[in-house]
């Protein structure tokens, strides 16, 4: 699908994307069914000759009304899977249809095996960014060998059943720069053998191209957004080909194969494609921004507002922030590990709050930032004393509490004769920074340091803890709920003992039981966790016949239903299962060796149906799984006569 977008409204920017090639003046170009015809026959045999299979497809012209549409249908299961509401979806998936549709070029209807060719849409942008190139033969042909790869994946790698099948707004990401990247792959390639390379080169240089002519006559903000979407499409055309690029060469056309099928899980495994091709490479996240991000909608959501959530990347960071020079930029992009925000907008987008959540790379990178972002929101202040959004006041008030710091800004802006607030607060604690802003919704200094710093212990993992150092001796931990699958009347004992051994503090968790058979024992945290959920634990093998070791379960909607991740030294393995009506059933395996009588960390991760597991910091496990999607409790898990010794447990 090859996109110029253009936005309209209150808070969108105007976007396009245009080649900076000159142009040589030439006869109008029309995009008719005759021209759609002729290009097609010969762009079909050139990509089944690149692919080595026959494509059945079909095109022909379509008005921008048609292809809502189809974006509307294509896209409403996906955002009904999102929004939780059938009818919320079909509303977001209307609206988002008749907004790309203008914007189209061509579109590839997904399992119809027909290519829709807007030639209106040709004429139109090729006018509104002077640019005649566009509207030409070659840009045809280059937009539909990209469309046809689309239709011959299709069919290939089953890729709308696939898409349907996810259910994270980072996973459909990562998916369709997959898709789009290895259109641009094959492309490449096809246009390259066939003489094409000029038009593709055009076609390809408009993505994500924006000409500062159109940023000047925008305010800041709207010049800010253009510059993201600009960027997203950068991400998904361009850094989705150099993943496709890496992969192939890495794996060969078997590699590409398991991309469709096995895709990552979010765009920045897509800009690092080694952590794809080898997972233990990718490092393991200490903070938990989605669960910051599910306080954060329960505390502002409010009804018939919209929430969009999405990961931030160090192109769209950089993209958006044109405030800071050069060396300021690289030390800005290397505080960042990870970010997510969250978009919610009311009153028809006349309203807005926007929360970000960064794992930076220590305590002190998180205080750069924080530095960092107070000379942009500064910079910015002065740009805004002009244009369409004039600044009138702005107060800034520096935080220092305890472990949390930062600061806060208070400002009014007058927008189309309307004086509107605007607030906002950018505060750390340890490695985490949550910025947090407010447009044409009142939010006083208290609430927003309120908010904050509860985003900021959720988000380090404070709120779902447990050392065991401030329970009783000799008891079980307060609130903590032993459980049993297919129990024999001999429950496991769970209490607080001293060691002086324990990982963190001086006391650890220790169970010890005299089951046998397929009894599992399990203890509980009070309070039930999101379905995308993290947890993660210290344990020793201490004793155990008939079996050893321990583990971690998650998603638990009772005793008898719940994912589990374990270690066994007797087996010198490590497995994860799904429990479904009290019966186990293995989903994968692993082969370790460690020794039993030493303390290892195990971790467990699900985001979606995609679960991973390390122990000792390495990846060992990844498998797919959707048996139990919503979300559960979690907590520990051993079977049988296994005797384990547990500390620093967190759930994030």
């Known amino acids: 699908m090859v996109i110029w977008r253009t936005f ?97 070029l061509a579109k590839y209807a997904f399992g119809k095996g027909r290519i829709l060719v ?63 990247g290895h259109a641009q792959f094959v492309a490449r390639r096809v246009c390259a053998a066939n003489g094409w390379a000029a038009g593709f080169d055009r076609f390809t240089e408009t993505i994500g191209y924006l000409p500062e002519e159109m940023l000047e006559d925008m305010d800041p903000a709207q010049a800010t957004a253009s510059r993201i979407a600009a960027s997203d499409f950068r991400v998904g055309y361009h850094d989705g080909e150099a993943f496709i690029t890496a992969v192939q060469r890495a794996e060969g056309e078997a590699g590409v194969a398991r991309a469709f099928r096995e895709p990552p899980e979010d765009l920045p495994t897509i800009l690092h494609p080694e952590w794809y091709l080898d997972p233990a490479t990718c490092p393991a996240s200490e903070l938990s921004l989605d669960a910051a991000l599910d306080l954060f909608r329960k505390l502002d959501g409010a009804p018939g507002w919209e929430h969009t959530r999405t990961t931030l990347l160090n192109p769209q960071i950089q993209a958006a922030v044109t405030e800071l020079s050069d060396e300021d930029m690289d030390r800005l992009l290397a505080c960042i590990v990870r970010a997510r925000s969250e978009v919610q907008t009311g009153g028809g ?122 329970f009783e001796d000799a008891a079980p931990p307060a609130g903590w709920e032993p459980a049993e699958t297919a129990g024999r009347g001999k429950p496991a004992s769970w209490t607080v003992a001293a060691d002086d051994t324990a990982p963190d503090g001086a006391q650890v968790l220790r169970v010890r039981a005299a089951n046998a058979g397929r009894t599992f024992n399990l203890f509980v945290q009070p309070a039930a966790r999101s379905a995308d959920v993290r947890a993660r634990v210290r344990l020793r093998a201490d004793s155990g016949e008939e079996d050893r070791g321990g583990g971690l379960c998650w998603r638990l909607q009772d005793a008898d239903n719940y994912y589990v991740a374990r270690w066994n030294p007797l087996e010198d393995n490590v497995r994860v299962y799904k429990v479904v009506g009290g019966t186990r059933h293995e989903l994968q395996s692993a082969d370790v060796r460690l020794d039993p009588a030493a303390w290892h960390e195990l971790e467990a991760a699900m985001v979606g149906s995609r679960m991973t597991v390390r122990l000792d910091g390495l990846q060992v496990l990844s498998v797919e799984d959707d048996t139990f999607s919503g979300p559960g409790r979690a907590g520990l898990w051993t079977k049988a006569d296994a005797s384990v010794s547990f500390d620093a447990f967190a759930v994030r």
Do not use: C
Not at 353 to 378: D, G, K, M, N, Q
């Open 349 to 470: 987008g006349e309203r807005m709050i926007v929360a970000v959540v960064y794992e930076t790379t220590s305590p002190a990178e998180a205080a750069t930032f924080v530095e960092l972002s107070r000379r942009i929101s500064e910079v910015r202040d002065e740009h805004m004393k002009q244009g369409p959004a004039q600044l009138r006041e702005s107060h800034y008030t520096d935080y220092d509490e305890g472990e949390l710091t930062g600061f806060l800004g208070i400002k009014q802006v007058e927008y189309r004769g309307r004086t509107l607030p605007v607030s906002g607060a950018v505060l750390r604690s340890g490695k985490a920074v949550v910025e947090l802003t407010y447009s044409n919704v009142e939010r006083s200094p208290e609430a927003m340091v309120e908010e904050a710093g509860r985003m900021l212990a959720e988000a380090l993992g404070k709120a779902g803890d447990w050392e065991f150092e401030s």
């Open 118 to 180: 807007n030639p209106e849409n040709f004429e139109n942008i090729a006018l509104m960014l002077d640019r005649d190139a566009i509207n030409s033969e070659s840009s045809l042909r280059a937009v539909l060998v990209h469309e046809v790869v689309h239709a011959a994946d299709d069919a290939r790698y089953r890729f709308t059943e696939k898409l349907q099948s996810l259910r994270t707004g980072p996973e459909i990401q990562a998916y369709s720069a997959v898709f789009e």
């Open 8 to 104: 309209s409204g209150s808070l969108a920017p105007a976007l396009a994307a245009v080649p900076a090639l000159a142009v040589v003046a030439q006869e109008p170009f029309h995009v008719t069914q005759e021209v759609v015809d002729r290009v097609l026959a010969q762009v079909v045999p050139a990509v089944e000759a690149e692919l080595g299979s026959e494509i059945d497809v079909g095109a022909r012209l379509a008005t921008t009304m048609e292809v809502a549409q189809v974006l509307k249908d294509e896209n409403a299961p996906l955002m009904t899977a999102q929004l939780g509401d059938a009818r919320a979806g079909a509303e977001r998936a209307g609206r988002f249809g008749l907004n790309m549709s203008g914007a189209l």
